[in-house]
């Protein structure tokens, strides 16, 4: 129960919890006010970087959701040109994560992680259809104990600036595996194939817990 309402954070999220307590103690001793207002920013910071355990399914006729959020795409698409998949089909679900919603991202299977490709690029709303080519964003090309290609992009967005990867290349996963995470607002893409989607626009989706495509 008490992980429940204080769960761990992230390890990257230490360093702006201490900032936004030292910040807030100068602040107190200047306004009340302004350190309510210090106080309020502690606290939406530790809910930002918060890392809550998950119960994962571990059924590989399954993919689970990457990340916490919105459902904003449910569609069929070529892959990525990053990749060199541009010539190959795929169904593409993209989850939108606002400032409120955990950032941790997982591997929606089990599989091995052929490529990660990071590409530098701007910080327009992770909302827009452009902010999966111009963004910021972390490719994984994982493939599936059935040897299908799942692709899983971070996108950074408006606000984040930095997206943090925690897997490496080769590194065997378990669905639901951590892979990394963003900061400050977000989406998540991830390009499958020989799954049938399970969720549709507006659903909101739970990393590692939502079904998001079934064989």
Known sequence: MFSKIFPKIHAEGYKFLVIAVILTII????????SLISLVLTIWVYYFFRDP????????NYLISPADGEVIKVEDVSGPTE???????FKKISIFMNVFDCHVNRTPCSGKIEEILYKPGKFVNASLDKASEDNERNYYKIKDLQNNDIIVVQIAGLVARRIVCEANKDQDLKQGDRIGMIRFGSRADIYYEN????????QTAIAGETLLAKK
């Open 27 to 34: 602040l107190y001793t200047f306004s009340n006010f302004l």
């Open 53 to 60: 355990e998950r119960i994962i399914i571990n059924d590989d």
């Open 83 to 89: 990749l060199g998949l541009e010539n190959k089909k």
């Open 195 to 202: 799954y049938e989607p399970l969720v549709k626009i507006g």
